[in-house]
């Protein structure tokens, strides 16, 4: 096995350990149900990385966080852009409908479970590996899948011809809010994850 | 007139959240804050009661906030507010002199138990 299909390991690993802690506190958040799966776990070439969203022209609310430490990574946690009126509503408990339009509380709520979910993740390093890392306030971003998607990559673009990607998806149960995450580590977090992988 | 609290956190969605709780449980909400710099100035001019600090704050943080406010007043009352469970700077804030903190995401009985030992009710 290559050194970096080990390092994808790790990554993989690290993912999975996440969903866990990151399923019970999105649900304790939004007061339901969520069920949190690996969709997929992938290298794709930078200049293909946007068509992999399949979401492409549909109107999202995204959260992007980066968390920096000795393993640098990049968080990205969105939802259509009508499912966060109900994740407002939900977080609020309000009655399902009544956020209507994008407004500050549409917004805040992906805001918050963006910097919820990223803190489950550096958690996942600073308990199970003894890593600390922090996160960075949420940047809130409202536009286009693909759009988002551009932005989320710019970084590790900037330095990679190939990305390593972890994509989940979230089911809100009862709700049937669909939600994606995706985690992509950054230059500078090989040296680690490769004692990960060596410690597996 | 119930106890004056500054509530600071940069998600207007948290700070909706613990100001219906706090009014609820008959605190008085005197301001909101979404960064540090707003919460030392606010608290400055209106010595509240008690602070809710959030952590991850762009501009100031809420542990330099924290710092700032007690250099000010060294008996200020700040409750410090963290996603999930931020072991390491909740324990630094212990350590400054926060007084006590709350979990996001919270229940509302553990905010109001929160603030009633932080304010000695």
């Known amino acids: 096995m290559s050194d970096q299909?080990?390092?994808?390991?790790?990554?993989?690993?690290?993912?999975?350990?996440?969903?866990?802690?990151?399923?019970?506190?999105?649900?304790?958040?939004?007061?339901?149900?969520?069920?949190?799966?690996?969709?997929?776990?992938?290298?794709?070439?930078?200049?293909?990385?946007?068509?992999?969203?399949?979401?492409?022209?549909?109107?999202?609310?995204?959260?992007?966080?980066?968390?920096?430490?000795?393993?640098?990574?990049?968080?990205?946690f969105f939802v259509g852009l009508k499912d966060s009126f109900l994740l407002a509503d939900l977080i609020l408990r309000r009655p399902l409908g009544t956020t209507t339009g994008f407004d500050l509380y549409a917004s805040s709520a992906v805001q918050e479970i963006g910097n919820v979910l990223a803190t489950s993740i550096s958690n996942v390093f600073a308990t199970d590996f003894q890593i600390v890392m922090k996160s960075t306030p949420p940047m809130v971003l409202h536009d286009y899948a693909e759009?988002?998607?551009?932005?989320?990559?710019?970084?590790?673009?900037?330095?990679?011809?190939?990305?390593?990607?972890?994509?989940?998806?979230?089911?809100?149960?009862?709700?049937?809010?669909?939600?994606?995450?995706?985690?992509?580590?950054?230059?500078?977090?090989e040296e680690v994850l490769s004692s990960i992988a060596n410690r597996m | 007139m119930g106890r004056r609290i500054v509530v600071v956190d940069d998600a207007p969605i948290v700070r909706l959240m613990l100001k219906d709780i706090l009014q609820e449980n008959g605190y008085e909400v005197v301001a909101e804050c979404s960064n540090g710099n707003e919460a030392v100035a606010k608290f400055s001019e209106l010595k509240p009661d008690l602070?809710?600090?959030?952590?991850?704050?762009?501009?100031?943080?809420?542990?330099?906030?924290?710092?700032?406010?007690?250099?000010?007043?060294?008996?200020?009352?700040?409750?410090?507010?963290?996603?999930?469970?931020?072991?390491?700077?909740?324990?630094?804030?212990?350590?400054?002199?926060?007084?006590?903190?709350?979990?996001?995401?919270?229940?509302n009985e553990r905010v109001v138990s929160a603030i009633k030992n932080a304010l000695g009710e």
């Open chain 1, 5 to 76: 299909s080990r390092i994808n390991n790790a990554i993989t690993l690290i993912a999975r350990l996440s969903i866990d802690k990151s399923s019970r506190t999105l649900s304790k958040f939004v007061r339901a149900g969520a069920r949190i799966e690996l969709e997929r776990a992938y290298v794709v070439d930078v200049s293909d990385a946007t068509k992999v969203i399949a979401h492409g022209e549909s109107e999202v609310v995204g959260a992007l966080v980066s968390l920096t430490g000795d393993a640098p990574f990049k968080f990205l």
């Open chain 1, 147 to 189: 759009t988002l998607f551009e932005e989320y990559i710019l970084e590790a673009a900037a330095e990679k011809n190939e990305l390593f990607i972890i994509e989940t998806k979230f089911f809100v149960v009862e709700h049937n809010i669909n939600c994606h995450m995706f985690i992509v580590p950054l230059h500078g977090s």
């Open chain 2, 51 to 107: 602070v809710t600090m959030d952590i991850i704050m762009p501009e100031k943080d809420g542990i330099q906030s924290l710092e700032e406010i007690l250099t000010i007043d060294r008996s200020a009352k700040v409750v410090m507010v963290s996603a999930v469970d931020q072991r390491e700077s909740l324990m630094r804030a212990i350590k400054l002199g926060a007084v006590d903190y709350i979990v996001k995401p919270f229940e």
